[in-house]
């Protein structure tokens, strides 16, 4: 079953924050996201393995609740470069993975 | 190091035509993925294999498309006959390890039905 994004679609000035979430109904093992700009494939950002992991990578950072069955995508201080389209991809213990609607984000000058 | 590399990287048939794609994954990495992208979603899972064997086909339409991965290697995606409603963008992905690592993707074939 298909994760739920919200927001679906966010605008920013450069420099602002911005905060992405992930649902899930079934329980995770482990929740991944992945960057899309248009035209171009998918990019891993990163993978978070165990309940209430948080990874960090360069000025974005995500968390991981597993009782919840919800991750967030955190970033700070965003970067023209930040913008594009995020997924979250959920993995249940059964192995099952499936990727989110995404999330717009448009980063402006 | 070459990353996952798809080819054509753009078709257009007719409808009722067959078409097929071709996928070389990463060296080493042993699961490759077929997806397809609708316009404004995100990747739907079409088959995963581990070496030559598909191991989830469960979302693969198998009517028309089939899937082949000889030799545990490079791997054809096929669809026929195809239909408009095949239009999309199908992606091939590789990994090193599915359960703890990144999934590299290649730049996708965009297909047109017409």
């Known amino acids: 079953q298909q994760p739920v994004q919200s927001p679906q679609a966010v605008i920013l000035r450069e420099g602002e924050d911005a905060v992405i979430n992930c649902s899930s109904s079934k329980a995770l093992y482990s929740v991944h996201w992945y960057r899309q700009k248009h035209g171009e494939a998918p990019i891993f950002l990163m993978i978070l393995l165990k309940g209430g992991e948080q990874k960090g990578h360069d000025k974005i950072s995500a968390s991981f609740n597993e009782k919840k069955q919800q991750s967030s995508l955190y970033l700070t201080a965003s970067q023209l470069s930040y913008s594009g389209t995020y997924f979250c991809g959920t993995e249940d213990y059964g192995q099952n993975f499936v990727f989110g609607p995404g999330t717009r984000l448009s980063v402006l000058p | 190091e070459a990353g996952v590399v798809q080819s054509p990287r753009y078709k257009i048939i007719e409808k009722k035509q067959p078409v097929a794609f071709w996928c070389n994954p990463i060296?080493?990495?042993?699961?490759l993925y077929w997806y397809r992208q609708n316009l404004g979603q995100g990747p739907e899972l079409l088959i995963r294999y581990e070496n030559e064997e598909a191991v989830d086909d469960s979302q693969l339409p198998k009517d028309r498309f089939s899937a082949e991965r000889l030799k545990g290697v490079d791997s054809t995606l096929k669809i026929q006959p195809a239909e408009l409603g095949d239009s999309a963008v199908y992606l091939c992905?590789?990994?090193?390890?599915?359960?703890?690592?990144?999934?590299?993707f290649g730049q996708g074939t965009r297909l047109t039905v017409v």
């Open positions: 992905a590789s990994s090193l390890d599915p359960r703890t690592g990144e999934a590299f």
């Open positions: 060296s080493g990495h042993n699961t």
